[in-house]
């Protein structure tokens, strides 16, 4: 079992900045990619961003130039940083592990942004 321990999430404002970080632990056989997903109220979860273990980068068209993602392999360890942060990046942010035959998800951290 693969235990996430997201933070980093808050309440900022418009323009500001802030930094998920995911600590993977427990009986891990190997991380393919970890990423971050968000959910709106009333809206469907949606990729924000992904990396793979070989450094491989992919992110939604709505943050691209904004939000940078990046994993420690040694630690097991994924991060976000956001950048210019808009009102309708207001979401839970819930990280992702991919191990191939087995999915991971956090509890998911509040990202609040006012205007």
């Known amino acids: 079992q693969v235990q996430l321990v997201e933070s980093g999430g808050g309440l900022v404002q418009a323009g500001g900045s802030l930094r998920l970080s995911c600590a993977a632990s427990g009986t891990i056989f190997s991380i393919n990619a970890m990423g971050w997903y968000r959910q709106a109220p009333g809206k469907q979860r949606e990729l924000v961003a992904v990396i793979t273990r070989g450094g491989r980068t992919n992110y939604a068209d709505s943050v691209k130039g904004r939000f940078t993602i990046s994993m420690d392999n040694a630690k097991n360890t994924v991060y976000m940083q956001m950048n210019s942060l808009k009102p309708e990046d207001t979401a839970v942010y819930f990280c992702?592990?991919?191990?191939?035959?087995?999915?991971?998800w956090g509890q998911g951290t509040q990202v609040t942004v006012s205007s």
């Open positions: 992702n592990v991919n191990e191939g035959y087995r999915t991971s």
